[in-house]
């Protein structure tokens, strides 16, 4: 028996008795149903602290260690009263991005989802929604913050895949009062942690046409680092973009700072002595392993022992984005 035969009453019910039906529950994926649209995954998460640094990981500790239930229904049936998040994180990738998110789980009634795979679901199947996309990313990160809020979580953030940014548009219309800040740093070395450490969906030709429209053609001949290259092009280049609707670039060097002051103060919190220690505390330690001290990622020489990680149209792409990027970029 699949997990679509249990979805039961649960498929399209709305309202306070969803979030009843639901409590302590949070979604886990998005799924194409056997019979078309949209169906959404849920785990009941207990008491997760949710101190890993990837939502997935707490998702995976759930459900194979600790033998957490599931639940499925229809994904139109999320109520669309959205309480909005206290901010979306974008990056670039390899980038400083996770440290940021653990810094600012450390703020008082602050919960950090890294990347939930809900998201990335939502955004990969979205031909099958029968609403338009920005509400459906609004009905969605409000499961979000609404099943937070029962835990006393007056603060939610939220942080996306990399790729995510090339929805800005629809994720500002979701919400558009909600902050939106964009990680980034010298695509030099983000190049070289992709090669290093190979994001899967670099090596998925059909995830690259539907998310980022083209890759180098042919795609089935194309080098990790002609794909790593030309995707983190797009990414920064709808940042750039992304600045003119009030996306706020911040660079790699600056995160500290900007978690400890620039962005307590944008929402009007002021972190106490022990929050801005903890800070720095976390940013002496790898924020993939919190048991391992920080040390620098791969040589940016990495990137270009493959040799044609980038052409000279993507290098000046690359090159051209990052220097518009550190004009604007906090706390200028």
Known sequence: MTLFSHAGQLGRRGGANFNTLLSGY???????????????????????????????????RRLAVEGARQRLTAFDGLPDRAT????????QGRCG??????????????????????????????????????????????????????????????????????????FQAAFPETPAFFVFREPSASLASLLA????WLSDP????????AVPAPAENASPGQ????????????????????LLPVEHPRLQA??????????????????????AE???????????????????????SHGDSSNDEVSRLLRDSYDALRKIAWPG
Not at 84 to 91: D, G, K, N, R, W
């Open 97 to 170: 991005s996770t440290l940021l998110s653990r810094m600012l789980g450390v703020l008082d009634g602050a919960r950090v989802f890294s990347e939930p795979p809900a998201i990335g679901g939502l955004l990969r199947h979205r031909a099958r929604l029968a609403m338009p996309l920005p509400r459906a990313l609004a009905n969605l990160i409000g499961a979000f913050t609404r099943q937070s809020a029962g835990h006393e979580v007056p603060r939610v953030f939220i942080k996306l895949p990399s790729w995510c940014v090339l929805f800005r548009r629809e």
């Open 282 to 304: 976390i940013c002496r330690w790898h924020a993939h392993d919190p048991r391992r001290a920080y040390r620098p990622g791969p040589s940016a020489a990495v990137a270009g």
């Open 197 to 200: 450490r190979p994001a899967p």
């Open 26 to 60: 949070l979604p886990a994926d998005v799924l194409p149903g056997p019979s078309g649209g949209l169906w959404l995954r849920w785990c009941e998460m207990g008491d997760a602290r949710f101190d890993e640094p990837f939502f997935g990981q707490t998702l995976q």
């Open 84 to 91: 909005p998040p206290a901010a979306i994180v974008f990056h």
């Open 206 to 213: 059909a995830f690259l046409r539907d998310i980022f429209g």
């Open 258 to 279: 900007f978690a400890q002051h620039g962005l307590p103060r944008r929402l009007g919190l002021e972190p106490s002595i022990g929050e801005t220690a903890a800070m």
């Open 227 to 246: 794909r790593a290259g030309y995707c983190l092009a797009r990414i920064l280049a709808a940042a750039q973009q992304g600045v003119e609707s009030g």
